[in-house]
């Protein structure tokens, strides 16, 4: 049997090494048109900031090492341009001498991955991406010589993670993005503390606002405003290379990637695809969708070798867990966000908590916001997010693993997860969410969001802030009234019929008072996650949704 991958990396080199393991009797041939076939694309951000020192520790495999471990014909700066299904054949030109040739295959692998997206602008030849070893070796040349300063276009989790780098070597950054949030997969309120993060370490943020036309040393933006610019890098996103498949008459997706069933196979017969050139199935939905992360690529590289091989397999829709750094804060999502939910137009219950990393006796805990959303008639869990410090990942991890094995929101809570002070809490972060998410079950509470209390406060409800006097001094939503926690019961004759809304720091305190005031015959609600999170969504976005 030949097997033919087209593009290494991820998904083609676990295509490729997991099918030499299952059989060693077949010759495996990887056509690579970049000048590396393995490397660590997460990585390349960091080489660029100077974190990661070594360039070779980028390198993970050589077409040598491939060759003498796994016997694989690895031939890189070859560039695969056509397929013939009837032939069972590719044609292929060495980018090196110009050479075309014809290598026929039994089975056809394509894993030629997603290519950055790059505008049409005035000047636009001058700016860099960052797709592969040598992007990054010209990002490295550039800031190397005389570059002061640096304008990345996009906001996303690669822009993030340049700003964060530039910033490190030195340089003035400016990030522009046209939406008014940095990071699209969270929500406003969540990605505010990142904004934050950001313009604390001297990044400057031009939210609302995008790349017009790029000159010799200055960009010019939509506004007319212009900015400093030595070097300029695209981060806006990437698109499927699906180009070579569609010539070939296979067939894609409504969003442009590669169509395969759940084994990987696409519309011509014998012909495969991985990793982020092809649509892969969303969780939530149950539609199809284009998720470029290192992780399915992985899976689905080694899926496709199973099936090759004649394994069963069991293939799983994609939760799209990520995770970015920015600075001292970690952002990360897996799932939908409510800006998604409220588009499609599907019901849903968000949540807000904020509690420590670890047991706040022990010295060193660190705060994080967590969001969790939940279908409100199957208790199901349709997304999360978290920022903060030490922590969010585990607990974005831990919730990703509980949609993948079909347990509820309530049943967080029943989780039963390592504890000792400087790891976690007895009741961890992700149990509190539990909590939470059963109690509304349950109707034993009800919750308004930060972007619903304005409709709430017109229509005639009572604010009421629990807090102490001097926590309420510090900072308070308007309007609100201010009964502290404990003197509540005795105060309660004091509030007006109708509508009341509590709220806190946090809502754990609006919660019992909620408790306290509906059993006292009160028509009330909380403010999911208080304070913090409000002046997160209505104060530092500066909007209402």
Aim: hydrophobic share 45%.
């Amino acid at each position: 049997m030949k097997v033919v991958i087209v593009g290494g990396v991820a998904g083609g080199m676990s295509a490729a090494t997991r099918l030499r393991r299952l059989n060693e009797d077949a010759r495996i041939v990887v056509f690579e048109r970049g000048a590396h076939v393995s490397f660590a694309n997460c990585g390349l951000p960091y080489y660029a900031g100077g974190v990661i020192d070594d360039r070779d520790a980028l390198l993970l495999q050589t077409p040598e090492s491939l060759a003498a471990r796994f016997e694989l014909d690895v031939r890189v700066r070859t560039e695969v341009t056509s397929i013939d299904p009837e032939a069972r054949a590719v044609t292929v030109r060495d980018l090196t001498t110009g050479v075309e040739s014809v290598e026929t295959y039994d089975e056809l692998v394509l894993s030629p991955g997603a290519s950055p997206i790059v505008p049409d602008l005035p000047g636009v030849e001058r700016a860099l991406v960052l797709r592969d070893v040598e992007d990054v070796d010209r990002l490295v040349g550039a800031v190397d010589g005389s570059a002061r300063t640096a304008v990345i276009v996009g906001a996303g989790f690669i822009g993030i993670e340049l700003a964060e780098n530039l910033r490190r070597r030195g340089l003035d950054v400016t990030v522009v993005e046209l939406a008014d949030q940095v990071l699209g997969p969270l929500d406003p309120e969540m990605a505010a503390p990142v904004a934050d993060e950001l313009r604390a370490n001297g990044v400057r943020l031009e939210l609302g606002n995008q790349v017009t036309a790029i000159g010799a040393d200055a960009v010019t933006l939509g506004d007319g405003g212009t900015v400093p610019a030595d070097v300029v890098v695209m981060a806006i996103g990437v698109r499927p290379e699906s180009a070579l498949a569609v010539a070939a008459g296979i067939a894609t997706g409504p969003r442009g990637g590669i169509a395969v069933d759940e084994t990987m196979r696409t519309s011509a017969d014998h012909v495969y695809a991985v990793g982020d050139a092809v649509e892969k199935i969303d969780a939530v939905s149950g539609q199809s969708g284009l998720v470029p992360l290192a992780n399915p690529a992985n899976r689905q590289g080694r899926l496709v070798a199973d099936v090759i091989s004649g394994l069963p397999v069991r293939p799983r829709p994609v939760v799209g867990t990520a995770i970015v750094g920015a600075f001292t804060l970690m952002a990360a999502a897996v799932g939908w966000n409510e800006k998604r939910l409220r588009a499609a137009d599907r019901p849903y219950r968000a949540i807000h908590t904020h509690p420590q990393s670890h047991a706040g006796y022990y010295p060193g805990a660190q705060g994080m916001s967590l969001k969790l959303l939940v279908d409100p008639d199957t208790d199901a869990i349709l997304g999360a997010q978290g920022v903060g410090g030490e922590g969010v990942d585990k607990r974005i991890d831990v919730i990703a693993t509980a949609m993948v094995g079909g347990v509820t929101a309530s049943e967080l809570a029943d989780l039963e997860l390592a504890y000792a002070p400087q790891f976690g809490s007895a009741k961890d972060p992700v149990n509190m969410l539990g909590y939470v998410a059963d109690n509304l079950r349950a109707g034993t509470a009800a919750t308004i969001q930060w972007h619903e209390l304005p409709a709430a406060l017109d229509a005639g409800a009572t604010l009421v802030d629990v807090r102490t006097p001097a926590e309420f001094a510090a900072g308070s939503i308007p309007g609100a009234v201010n009964i502290e926690l404990d003197a509540l019961r005795g105060r309660a004759d004091e509030l007006p019929a109708g509508e009341l809304v509590v709220t806190c720091q946090v809502g754990q305190r609006g919660h019992t008072a909620a408790r306290i005031l509906r059993q006292l015959g009160c028509d009330v609600r909380n403010l999911d996650g208080g304070y913090r999170t409000w002046v997160a969504g209505a104060v530092r976005t500066d909007t209402l949704v």
